[in-house]
Each structure stands twice: as C-alpha cells, then as structure tokens.
C-alpha cells in the first residue's frame, strides 16, 4: 500500500481554471454519487453506514482520497482557491 500512497502523492494539483463535467464519488461500496451534464445519481447507504474511503473522481481522474480520516490526496487546492478568488472579485 505504501507504493500506491507514494504514487498518488506525485499527482499534481488540477489546473485552477478546471470546470469538471462528471463528478463522482466512492467508497467501498461502489459508486456514492454522481453528477453529469445529463443528471445526477445518487446510491443509497444502510443507517450508519461507516465508509472505509471516500473517492471523489472528476472527468475520471482521481482529485481527492480520504482513508480513515486522513486526506492521502487532495489534487482540488487550486480549484478552491480560483473559486475564492472568483467570488471576492464578483462582489467587488
């Protein structure tokens, strides 16, 4: 596992001007939820449902892992930052 945790911390981070058409999210169950030009989909959990991991994929490239609470990648800090950066300027 470690290998694939090094692996995954080389990606780089997705360029700040990125606009996703497909967004999903996993865990160990599959598919959580989905969002496309066409609709959305959304997979339904038991009560209590624990996730081992949350998966979130954008156009089918991995953006950001969570594993037992810890982030091991996180590839959306320019998109959070752009969209900051777009909200200020949209009020001013």
């Not at 606009?19 to 959580?32: N, T, Y």
Request: net charge negative; aromatic share 10%.
């Amino acid at each position: 596992m470690k290998r694939g945790v090094h692996q995954i911390e080389q990606l780089p981070d997705l360029p700040a001007d990125y606009e996703p058409e497909v967004i999903e999210f996993f865990d160990q169950e599959g598919l959580l939820l989905t969002q496309t030009p066409l609709g959305s989909f959304e997979s339904d959990r038991p009560g209590g449902h624990q996730g081992e991991y949350l998966a979130v994929y954008l156009d089918g490239q991995l953006a950001f892992f969570l594993e037992k609470g810890e982030i091991l990648l996180n590839r959306l800090n320019n998109l959070a930052n752009f969209q900051m950066r777009n909200l200020f300027n949209d009020t001013h």
